[in-house]
Protein backbone atom coordinates (compact mmCIF):
# COMPACT_ATOMS: atom_id res chain seq x y z
CA UNK A 1 0.00 0.00 0.00
CA UNK A 2 1.51 3.32 -0.88
CA UNK A 3 1.77 6.02 1.36
CA UNK A 4 -0.85 8.58 0.83
CA UNK A 5 0.23 12.34 0.49
CA UNK A 6 -1.79 15.49 0.79
CA UNK A 7 -2.97 17.48 -2.36
CA UNK A 8 -1.75 20.65 -2.68
CA UNK A 9 -4.91 23.14 -3.93
CA UNK A 10 -3.59 23.65 -7.39
CA UNK A 11 -3.10 19.51 -7.39
CA UNK A 12 -7.09 19.42 -6.59
CA UNK A 13 -8.12 22.06 -8.81
CA UNK A 14 -6.00 20.14 -12.02
CA UNK A 15 -7.97 17.21 -11.04
CA UNK A 16 -11.29 18.68 -10.76
CA UNK A 17 -11.04 21.07 -13.97
CA UNK A 18 -12.18 18.14 -16.48
CA UNK A 19 -15.83 18.64 -14.75
CA UNK A 20 -15.56 22.25 -14.66
CA UNK A 21 -15.06 22.44 -18.54
CA UNK A 22 -17.45 19.85 -19.04
CA UNK A 23 -20.32 21.97 -17.77
CA UNK A 24 -18.82 25.16 -18.95
CA UNK A 25 -19.00 23.76 -22.59
CA UNK A 26 -22.70 22.20 -22.21
CA UNK A 27 -23.60 26.22 -21.14
CA UNK A 28 -21.74 27.93 -23.70
CA UNK A 29 -23.17 25.78 -26.45
CA UNK A 30 -26.56 25.77 -25.15
CA UNK A 31 -26.09 29.66 -24.69
CA UNK A 32 -25.44 29.71 -28.49
CA UNK A 33 -27.28 27.41 -29.92
CA UNK A 34 -28.77 29.53 -32.76
CA UNK A 35 -25.32 30.93 -33.55
CA UNK A 36 -23.67 28.35 -33.66
CA UNK A 37 -26.85 26.51 -36.03
CA UNK A 38 -26.19 29.63 -38.05
CA UNK A 39 -22.21 28.69 -38.47
CA UNK A 40 -22.44 25.50 -39.63
CA UNK A 41 -26.14 24.47 -40.17
CA UNK A 42 -27.09 27.95 -42.42
CA UNK A 43 -30.64 27.62 -43.55
CA UNK A 44 -33.89 29.68 -44.51
CA UNK A 45 -35.51 27.79 -41.56
CA UNK A 46 -34.54 28.90 -38.60
CA UNK A 47 -36.40 26.06 -36.81
CA UNK A 48 -33.85 23.22 -38.74
CA UNK A 49 -30.66 25.10 -38.22
CA UNK A 50 -31.22 25.41 -34.47
CA UNK A 51 -32.61 21.59 -34.42
CA UNK A 52 -29.42 20.48 -36.07
CA UNK A 53 -27.35 22.20 -33.86
CA UNK A 54 -28.97 20.60 -31.05
CA UNK A 55 -28.43 17.23 -32.84
CA UNK A 56 -25.14 17.98 -33.29
CA UNK A 57 -24.98 18.54 -28.94
CA UNK A 58 -26.86 15.52 -28.13
CA UNK A 59 -24.18 13.20 -30.44
CA UNK A 60 -21.84 13.82 -27.91
CA UNK A 61 -23.96 11.85 -25.06
CA UNK A 62 -23.83 8.81 -27.31
CA UNK A 63 -20.02 8.23 -26.92
CA UNK A 64 -20.15 8.55 -23.26
CA UNK A 65 -20.81 5.23 -21.90
CA UNK A 66 -18.16 3.97 -24.59
CA UNK A 67 -15.88 6.55 -23.00
CA UNK A 68 -16.73 4.84 -19.38
CA UNK A 69 -16.42 1.36 -20.54
CA UNK A 70 -13.27 1.59 -22.02
CA UNK A 71 -11.35 4.56 -20.17
CA UNK A 72 -12.55 4.14 -16.49
CA UNK A 73 -11.66 0.05 -16.68
CA UNK A 74 -8.33 1.43 -17.79
CA UNK A 75 -7.59 3.78 -15.12
CA UNK A 76 -8.36 0.62 -12.59
CA UNK A 77 -5.86 -1.23 -14.52
CA UNK A 78 -2.96 1.25 -15.51
CA UNK A 79 -3.85 3.76 -12.70
CA UNK A 80 -6.05 7.03 -12.13
CA UNK A 81 -3.62 9.78 -13.50
CA UNK A 82 -2.66 8.41 -16.83
CA UNK A 83 -6.93 8.26 -17.30
CA UNK A 84 -7.08 11.36 -16.57
CA UNK A 85 -4.30 12.68 -18.27
CA UNK A 86 -5.65 11.18 -21.81
CA UNK A 87 -9.15 11.91 -21.27
CA UNK A 88 -8.56 15.69 -20.51
CA UNK A 89 -5.77 16.07 -23.61
CA UNK A 90 -8.69 14.90 -25.98
CA UNK A 91 -11.52 16.88 -24.11
CA UNK A 92 -9.34 20.21 -24.80
CA UNK A 93 -8.72 19.37 -28.15
CA UNK A 94 -11.76 18.78 -29.17
CA UNK A 95 -13.02 21.58 -27.82
CA UNK A 96 -10.21 24.14 -29.74
CA UNK A 97 -11.13 22.04 -32.57
CA UNK A 98 -14.55 23.37 -32.76
CA UNK A 99 -13.95 26.99 -31.73
CA UNK A 100 -11.65 27.07 -34.38
CA UNK A 101 -13.63 25.46 -37.28
CA UNK A 102 -14.52 27.06 -40.12
CA UNK A 103 -18.09 27.18 -40.78
CA UNK A 104 -20.09 26.40 -43.93
CA UNK A 105 -19.62 29.11 -45.45
CA UNK A 106 -16.24 28.66 -45.77
CA UNK A 107 -15.68 25.15 -46.22
CA UNK A 108 -18.89 23.57 -46.59
CA UNK A 109 -19.97 20.25 -45.52
CA UNK A 110 -17.02 19.26 -44.25
CA UNK A 111 -17.88 22.15 -41.17
CA UNK A 112 -20.50 20.05 -39.85
CA UNK A 113 -19.28 16.46 -40.63
CA UNK A 114 -16.10 18.38 -38.61
CA UNK A 115 -18.38 19.38 -35.54
CA UNK A 116 -19.97 16.09 -35.35
CA UNK A 117 -16.82 14.36 -35.08
CA UNK A 118 -15.64 16.91 -32.83
CA UNK A 119 -18.61 16.08 -30.71
CA UNK A 120 -18.25 12.60 -30.21
CA UNK A 121 -14.88 12.68 -29.35
CA UNK A 122 -16.10 15.14 -26.39
CA UNK A 123 -18.14 12.70 -25.54
CA UNK A 124 -16.18 9.74 -25.32
CA UNK A 125 -13.62 11.34 -22.94
CA UNK A 126 -16.11 13.51 -20.78
CA UNK A 127 -17.62 9.62 -20.59
CA UNK A 128 -14.03 8.16 -19.33
CA UNK A 129 -13.11 10.93 -17.02
CA UNK A 130 -15.73 11.03 -14.16
CA UNK A 131 -15.07 7.12 -13.07
CA UNK A 132 -11.31 7.93 -12.62
CA UNK A 133 -11.38 11.29 -11.13
CA UNK A 134 -13.98 10.69 -8.83
CA UNK A 135 -12.14 7.75 -7.75
CA UNK A 136 -8.92 9.89 -7.53
CA UNK A 137 -10.33 12.58 -5.04
CA UNK A 138 -11.99 9.65 -2.56
CA UNK A 139 -8.20 8.15 -2.12
CA UNK A 140 -6.68 10.96 -1.55
CA UNK A 141 -8.73 12.49 0.46
CA UNK A 142 -8.51 12.14 4.37
CA UNK A 143 -10.49 9.49 5.41
CA UNK A 144 -12.92 12.70 7.35
CA UNK A 145 -13.48 14.78 4.43
CA UNK A 146 -14.17 12.19 1.35
CA UNK A 147 -17.35 13.69 1.17
CA UNK A 148 -16.25 16.67 1.21
CA UNK A 149 -13.48 16.07 -1.81
CA UNK A 150 -16.05 14.42 -4.17
CA UNK A 151 -18.58 17.42 -3.38
CA UNK A 152 -15.85 19.07 -5.92
CA UNK A 153 -16.75 17.10 -8.34
CA UNK A 154 -20.61 18.66 -7.73
CA UNK A 155 -19.09 22.17 -6.79
CA UNK A 156 -16.87 22.55 -10.05
CA UNK A 157 -20.05 22.22 -12.14
CA UNK A 158 -21.95 25.02 -10.39
CA UNK A 159 -18.30 27.09 -10.91
CA UNK A 160 -18.76 26.27 -14.81
CA UNK A 161 -22.66 27.66 -14.18
CA UNK A 162 -21.31 31.20 -12.94
CA UNK A 163 -18.10 30.99 -15.25
CA UNK A 164 -20.60 30.51 -18.07
CA UNK A 165 -22.68 33.05 -17.00
CA UNK A 166 -20.50 35.93 -16.39
CA UNK A 167 -18.38 35.14 -19.70
CA UNK A 168 -21.61 35.26 -21.53
CA UNK A 169 -23.03 38.39 -19.70
CA UNK A 170 -19.51 40.25 -20.44
CA UNK A 171 -19.74 39.27 -24.45
CA UNK A 172 -23.18 40.22 -24.54
CA UNK A 173 -22.18 44.13 -22.88
CA UNK A 174 -18.84 44.50 -25.18
CA UNK A 175 -19.77 43.07 -28.38
CA UNK A 176 -22.35 44.52 -30.78
CA UNK A 177 -25.66 42.17 -32.18
CA UNK A 178 -23.61 41.36 -35.26
CA UNK A 179 -20.43 40.47 -33.52
CA UNK A 180 -22.02 38.48 -30.33
CA UNK A 181 -23.75 36.46 -33.03
CA UNK A 182 -20.83 36.16 -35.87
CA UNK A 183 -17.74 34.77 -33.33
CA UNK A 184 -18.73 35.61 -29.91
CA UNK A 185 -19.14 31.86 -29.24
CA UNK A 186 -16.07 31.15 -30.14
CA UNK A 187 -14.14 33.49 -28.04
CA UNK A 188 -16.26 32.22 -25.33
CA UNK A 189 -15.40 28.77 -25.94
CA UNK A 190 -11.44 29.79 -25.98
CA UNK A 191 -12.25 30.89 -22.70
CA UNK A 192 -12.83 27.75 -21.54
CA UNK A 193 -9.74 25.70 -23.12
CA UNK A 194 -7.26 28.26 -21.73
CA UNK A 195 -7.43 26.33 -19.03
CA UNK A 196 -6.49 23.06 -20.20
CA UNK A 197 -2.51 23.48 -20.60
CA UNK A 198 -2.02 24.56 -17.04
CA UNK A 199 -4.52 22.21 -15.55
CA UNK A 200 -2.43 19.13 -17.82
CA UNK A 201 1.41 20.17 -16.31
CA UNK A 202 -0.09 19.77 -13.07
CA UNK A 203 -2.06 16.56 -13.31
CA UNK A 204 1.21 15.13 -14.73
CA UNK A 205 2.40 15.82 -11.45
CA UNK A 206 -0.01 14.03 -9.51
CA UNK A 207 0.43 11.06 -7.12
CA UNK A 208 -1.07 8.12 -8.10
CA UNK A 209 -3.65 6.86 -5.87
CA UNK A 210 -4.84 3.65 -7.64
CA UNK A 211 -2.91 1.45 -5.15
CA UNK A 212 -3.33 3.73 -1.55
CA UNK A 213 -5.90 1.04 -0.41
CA UNK A 214 -4.76 -2.34 0.17
CA UNK A 215 -6.85 -5.48 -0.48
CA UNK A 216 -7.51 -8.52 -2.60
CA UNK A 217 -8.26 -7.37 -6.13
CA UNK A 218 -11.90 -8.26 -7.51
CA UNK A 219 -12.69 -9.16 -11.14
CA UNK A 220 -15.82 -8.39 -11.29
CA UNK A 221 -19.08 -7.28 -9.68
CA UNK A 222 -21.45 -9.23 -7.24
CA UNK A 223 -24.94 -9.64 -7.80
CA UNK A 224 -25.58 -6.97 -4.82
CA UNK A 225 -22.87 -4.71 -6.52
CA UNK A 226 -24.47 -4.80 -10.13
CA UNK A 227 -28.09 -3.59 -7.93
CA UNK A 228 -26.12 -1.34 -6.61
CA UNK A 229 -25.08 0.07 -10.19
CA UNK A 230 -28.94 0.14 -10.68
CA UNK A 231 -29.83 2.09 -7.50
CA UNK A 232 -26.84 4.43 -8.37
CA UNK A 233 -28.39 5.26 -11.82
CA UNK A 234 -32.07 6.01 -10.66
CA UNK A 235 -30.32 8.19 -8.07
CA UNK A 236 -27.69 10.07 -10.05
CA UNK A 237 -31.10 10.04 -13.52
CA UNK A 238 -33.14 12.14 -10.83
CA UNK A 239 -29.68 14.13 -9.87
CA UNK A 240 -28.97 14.81 -13.54
CA UNK A 241 -32.78 15.75 -14.52
CA UNK A 242 -32.67 17.89 -11.67
CA UNK A 243 -29.40 19.81 -12.74
CA UNK A 244 -30.95 20.26 -16.38
CA UNK A 245 -34.35 21.49 -15.04
CA UNK A 246 -32.53 23.92 -12.82
CA UNK A 247 -30.80 24.94 -15.81
CA UNK A 248 -33.71 25.23 -18.00
CA UNK A 249 -34.97 27.87 -15.57
CA UNK A 250 -33.40 30.81 -17.66
CA UNK A 251 -34.96 29.63 -20.83
CA UNK A 252 -38.58 29.49 -19.48
CA UNK A 253 -38.05 33.22 -18.40
CA UNK A 254 -36.83 34.32 -22.12
CA UNK A 255 -39.38 32.22 -24.27
CA UNK A 256 -42.02 31.39 -21.12
CA UNK A 257 -42.22 34.62 -19.30
CA UNK A 258 -41.38 37.23 -21.93
CA UNK A 259 -38.01 38.39 -19.89
CA UNK A 260 -34.88 39.82 -21.95
CA UNK A 261 -33.03 37.41 -23.47
CA UNK A 262 -29.41 38.78 -20.90
CA UNK A 263 -31.24 37.62 -17.57
CA UNK A 264 -30.69 34.30 -18.33
CA UNK A 265 -26.97 34.80 -18.04
CA UNK A 266 -28.00 36.45 -14.44
CA UNK A 267 -29.82 33.42 -13.72
CA UNK A 268 -27.32 30.85 -14.70
CA UNK A 269 -24.89 33.05 -12.61
CA UNK A 270 -26.88 32.77 -9.63
CA UNK A 271 -27.46 29.10 -10.06
CA UNK A 272 -23.73 28.70 -10.30
CA UNK A 273 -23.02 30.53 -7.12
CA UNK A 274 -25.40 29.02 -4.82
CA UNK A 275 -24.35 25.64 -6.30
CA UNK A 276 -21.57 25.85 -5.37
CA UNK A 277 -22.40 26.69 -1.80
CA UNK A 278 -24.43 23.88 -1.46
CA UNK A 279 -22.31 21.34 -2.83
CA UNK A 280 -19.59 22.30 -0.77
CA UNK A 281 -21.87 22.46 2.23
CA UNK A 282 -23.31 19.04 1.38
CA UNK A 283 -19.85 17.47 1.48
CA UNK A 284 -18.62 18.89 4.63
CA UNK A 285 -21.99 17.45 6.01
CA UNK A 286 -22.17 14.12 5.06
CA UNK A 287 -18.99 13.69 7.03
CA UNK A 288 -20.46 14.44 9.78
CA UNK A 289 -23.89 13.40 9.74
CA UNK A 290 -23.86 10.43 7.03
CA UNK A 291 -24.06 10.24 3.17
CA UNK A 292 -28.05 8.97 3.72
CA UNK A 293 -29.62 11.82 5.32
CA UNK A 294 -28.06 14.24 3.25
CA UNK A 295 -29.10 13.01 -0.04
CA UNK A 296 -32.49 12.06 1.37
CA UNK A 297 -33.23 15.21 3.08
CA UNK A 298 -32.26 17.16 0.33
CA UNK A 299 -34.23 15.30 -2.09
CA UNK A 300 -37.26 15.51 -0.14
CA UNK A 301 -37.12 19.39 0.49
CA UNK A 302 -36.54 19.80 -3.29
CA UNK A 303 -39.59 17.83 -3.95
CA UNK A 304 -41.79 19.66 -2.02
CA UNK A 305 -40.30 23.02 -3.53
CA UNK A 306 -39.77 22.15 -6.85
CA UNK A 307 -43.58 23.18 -8.15
CA UNK A 308 -44.21 25.86 -6.11
CA UNK A 309 -40.60 27.77 -7.41
CA UNK A 310 -42.03 27.66 -10.78
CA UNK A 311 -45.39 28.61 -9.98
CA UNK A 312 -43.98 31.66 -8.26
CA UNK A 313 -41.66 32.60 -11.00
CA UNK A 314 -44.46 32.08 -13.59
CA UNK A 315 -47.15 34.30 -11.40
CA UNK A 316 -44.65 37.13 -10.37
CA UNK A 317 -41.79 36.89 -13.00
CA UNK A 318 -39.07 39.54 -12.41
CA UNK A 319 -35.18 39.74 -12.38
CA UNK A 320 -35.47 39.36 -8.64
CA UNK A 321 -37.54 36.54 -8.33
CA UNK A 322 -35.79 34.72 -11.23
CA UNK A 323 -32.74 35.38 -9.71
CA UNK A 324 -33.72 33.78 -6.51
CA UNK A 325 -35.66 30.86 -7.80
CA UNK A 326 -32.45 30.05 -9.76
CA UNK A 327 -30.20 30.36 -6.85
CA UNK A 328 -32.76 28.10 -4.62
CA UNK A 329 -32.64 25.81 -6.93
CA UNK A 330 -29.10 25.40 -7.72
CA UNK A 331 -28.35 24.94 -4.34
CA UNK A 332 -30.89 22.23 -3.67
CA UNK A 333 -30.13 20.32 -6.57
CA UNK A 334 -26.64 20.63 -5.22
CA UNK A 335 -26.92 19.86 -1.76
CA UNK A 336 -27.90 16.37 -2.61
CA UNK A 337 -25.96 15.36 -5.30
CA UNK A 338 -22.36 14.86 -3.44
CA UNK A 339 -23.50 12.57 -1.08
CA UNK A 340 -24.93 10.93 -4.37
CA UNK A 341 -21.64 10.44 -5.67
CA UNK A 342 -19.53 9.75 -2.38
CA UNK A 343 -21.89 6.47 -1.41
CA UNK A 344 -21.68 5.16 -4.87
CA UNK A 345 -17.98 5.76 -4.94
CA UNK A 346 -17.35 4.43 -1.36
CA UNK A 347 -19.09 1.23 -1.95
CA UNK A 348 -17.40 -0.13 -5.03
CA UNK A 349 -14.28 -2.32 -4.85
CA UNK A 350 -10.83 -0.05 -5.86
CA UNK A 351 -10.17 -2.51 -8.28
CA UNK A 352 -13.24 -1.95 -10.04
CA UNK A 353 -13.92 1.85 -9.05
CA UNK A 354 -12.85 3.80 -11.82
CA UNK A 355 -14.82 1.66 -14.39
CA UNK A 356 -17.85 1.09 -12.40
CA UNK A 357 -18.75 4.83 -11.63
CA UNK A 358 -17.78 5.81 -14.94
CA UNK A 359 -20.28 3.25 -16.66
CA UNK A 360 -23.05 4.13 -14.17
CA UNK A 361 -22.29 8.10 -14.19
CA UNK A 362 -22.06 8.03 -18.12
CA UNK A 363 -25.46 5.93 -18.67
CA UNK A 364 -27.57 8.26 -16.22
CA UNK A 365 -26.35 11.61 -17.93
CA UNK A 366 -26.74 9.78 -21.58
CA UNK A 367 -30.07 8.29 -21.31
CA UNK A 368 -31.28 11.01 -19.30
CA UNK A 369 -29.25 13.88 -19.82
CA UNK A 370 -29.09 13.78 -23.41
CA UNK A 371 -33.14 13.68 -23.76
CA UNK A 372 -33.69 15.91 -20.88
CA UNK A 373 -34.21 19.43 -23.26
CA UNK A 374 -36.05 17.33 -25.96
CA UNK A 375 -38.48 15.42 -22.79
CA UNK A 376 -38.90 18.80 -21.25
CA UNK A 377 -40.04 20.91 -24.69
CA UNK A 378 -42.10 17.78 -25.43
CA UNK A 379 -43.95 17.71 -22.43
CA UNK A 380 -44.77 21.44 -21.99
CA UNK A 381 -46.23 21.13 -25.75
CA UNK A 382 -48.51 18.20 -24.85
CA UNK A 383 -49.66 19.52 -21.61
CA UNK A 384 -50.05 23.15 -22.26
CA UNK A 385 -48.61 23.54 -18.48
CA UNK A 386 -45.13 25.95 -18.13
CA UNK A 387 -44.34 24.13 -14.75
CA UNK A 388 -44.50 20.44 -16.83
CA UNK A 389 -40.89 20.93 -16.01
CA UNK A 390 -41.43 21.11 -12.51
CA UNK A 391 -43.54 17.76 -12.48
CA UNK A 392 -41.27 15.88 -14.50
CA UNK A 393 -38.35 16.78 -11.67
CA UNK A 394 -40.64 15.61 -9.38
CA UNK A 395 -41.22 12.23 -11.15
CA UNK A 396 -37.31 12.05 -11.10
CA UNK A 397 -37.00 12.71 -7.68
CA UNK A 398 -39.68 10.15 -6.34
CA UNK A 399 -37.43 7.74 -8.33
CA UNK A 400 -34.40 8.19 -6.97
CA UNK A 401 -35.43 7.99 -3.44
CA UNK A 402 -36.31 4.44 -4.08
CA UNK A 403 -32.97 3.73 -4.60
CA UNK A 404 -31.48 6.12 -1.94
CA UNK A 405 -33.86 4.06 0.21
CA UNK A 406 -32.03 1.05 -0.05
CA UNK A 407 -28.64 2.66 0.25
CA UNK A 408 -26.90 1.62 3.11
CA UNK A 409 -24.46 4.62 4.89
CA UNK A 410 -20.51 4.71 3.77
CA UNK A 411 -19.63 7.92 5.66
CA UNK A 412 -18.78 6.24 8.97
CA UNK A 413 -17.21 3.06 7.33
CA UNK A 414 -13.79 1.90 5.99
CA UNK A 415 -14.22 1.42 2.25
CA UNK A 416 -15.09 -2.43 0.98
CA UNK A 417 -11.34 -4.15 0.23
Same mark, same amino acid.
Given at each position: ????? &??????????????? $???????????????????????????????????????????????????????????? @?????????????????? *????????????????????????????????????????????????????????????????????????????????????????????????????????????????????????????????????????? $??????????????????????????????????????????????????????????????????????????? $??????????? =???????????????????? *????????????????????? =???????? &?????????????????????????????????? *????????? @? =???
Amino acid at each position: MQQQR &TLTIGQIGAVIAGNA $LEFYDFLTFSFFAVQIGQAFFPSTDSTFSLLATLATFGVGFLTRPLGGALIGPLGDRIGR @KPAMLFCFALMGGSMLGL *AVTPGYAQIGMAAPIIAVLLRLAQGFALGGEVGPATAFLLEAAPAHRRGLYVSLQHATQYAANLASGLVGLTLANLLSDAQFGSWGWRIAMLVGVAVVPFALIIRRRLPETLHIESGPRVARLSRPQLILGLMGIAM $LASNTISTYVTNYIGVFAIHTLGMPARLAFAATAATGLCGMIGALFSGWLSDRIGRRQVMIGGTLILLALGVPFY $LALTHWPSLYG =LVAVSGAMGALVAFYGPAIL *ASLTETLPPSLRAGSVGIIYA =LAISIFGG &TAQFVITWLIAVTGSPIAPAWYMSVALLVGLLGM *ARMGETAPV @K =LHR
